[in-house]
């Protein structure tokens, strides 16, 4: 999966927990992207980040933080889940001009 | 709003049909229109198309790319079970933000 590491594979919590999931790059690109993926909506843009400590929202940010201490680290954290954001998120990396390449997703289930 | 329209949703095929897939594309700032095939795991990258009119083709897929119509099309001849997946096609910006079509699912029967 172009050197790109999604921890955990599968994660249930429950209902106003807070959840960190973790992206890790060995590729060393500069651009990184959290996305869900839903029944009907397809993929959709949380955040991004185009360097270290440089993020910005995506289309369906409300309820999501990011943050990129490490160019090879991305962190996307949902501070108080709710059941709306069970998914499967995928994190995704990118250099300029080239496309973008997909960790192997992590499920999550907010009961 | 930016936004990325595929269709078909769905597509059921016999093995040796010809498909085509389509979307189209309202995006500002557009630098390459993209296509993903996703079987039941992560997208993996098909083609990648930056000029108008200009066939990539790898194998039994082609796709070709429209920018004054803002469309494209993917062609699968001969199709066979294992093209069986979820086609998406993707749009990025010269941002380099990625935006993505809800996907067209094809399922290629025996």
């Known amino acids: 999966d172009a050197g790109i590491t999604q921890s955990p594979r599968h994660k249930v919590t429950e209902t106003g927990t807070p959840v960190t999931l973790r992206c890790h790059q060995t590729e060393n690109h500069r651009y990184m992207y959290w996305y869900r993926q839903d029944p009907g909506h397809g993929l959709r843009l949380i955040h991004y980040?185009?360097?270290?400590?440089?993020?910005d929202k995506g289309e369906v940010s409300d309820g999501y933080s990011v943050s990129r201490s490490k160019t090879e680290d991305f962190l996307l954290t949902l501070e108080s889940a709710t059941s709306s954001q069970t998914s499967v998120y995928f994190c995704a990396i990118s250099r300029d001009r080239a496309q973008v390449a997909f960790g192997s997703g992590t499920r999550l289930t907010v009961v | 709003e930016d936004k990325v329209v595929q269709s078909p949703l769905s597509l059921v095929v016999h093995e040796g049909d010809t498909v085509t897939l389509n979307c189209s594309y309202e995006v500002t700032n557009f630098r390459s229109l993209l296509w993903y095939k996703q079987e039941k795991k992560a997208p993996t990258f098909l083609f990648m198309l930056?000029?108008?009119?200009i066939e990539k083709k790898s194998g039994r897929l082609s796709s070709i790319l429209d920018k004054k119509e803002l469309f494209s099309i993917l062609n699968i001849t001969a199709t066979q079970t294992g093209d069986s997946a979820v086609y998406l096609c993707?749009?990025?910006?010269?941002?380099?933000?990625?935006?993505f079509g809800t996907g067209t699912s094809l399922t290629v029967i025996p």
């Open positions: 993707a749009v990025a910006n010269t941002g380099n933000q990625f935006y």
């Open positions: 980040s185009y360097g270290v400590k440089d993020t």
């Open positions: 930056t000029s108008s009119g």
